[in-house]
């Protein structure tokens, strides 16, 4: 029986569906959540251009941070909704299959429930997505929701 589940989540649409198919699975099985956000680090400064002017755009690490503490709070929100109580959240800054596996690791999670498809650029396009990276490297049950 699953007793803590990992959920990733971003804000998009398949991370809600993802809280949705965790709580309801955590409520019917007497389980947690633990609500993770893995922003990436900039690489550098990111240009934004609007009509003919152009802003550089760079987040610091805090910032960061505080957006993912809204982003895992809007999802500590939906989970309580759906009755699930016992709600846990992280935010970890890095590459986010990566941190995605290291936190199941170190908190030993039963599962792992994620959305098919997040906010990813074109990137993933390339390298793969992160459910795709994380379904092969981590070594708890794995659950795509679409």
Known sequence: MSKLILVPVDGS????KAIEFAADWAKHHDAGLLLLHVPEPPVGDEVMVMG???????A??????????SIVEAGVKLANEL????????????????????????RNVDMIVMGTRGL?????????????????????TCVTVR
Do not use: F
């Open 13 to 16: 649409d398949p991370a809600k």
């Open 52 to 58: 003919g002017a152009s802003i550089y755009m760079h």
């Open 60 to 69: 610091t690490p805090d910032e960061l941070k505080k957006v993912g503490e």
């Open 120 to 140: 990813g650029d074109w990137k993933s396009l390339l390298l793969g997505s992160v459910s795709h990276k994380v379904t092969n490297l981590a070594e708890c």
């Open 83 to 106: 009755g699930c109580k016992t709600v846990e959240t992280t935010v970890e800054i890095g590459d986010p299959a990566r941190k995605i596996v290291s936190v199941a690791q170190d």
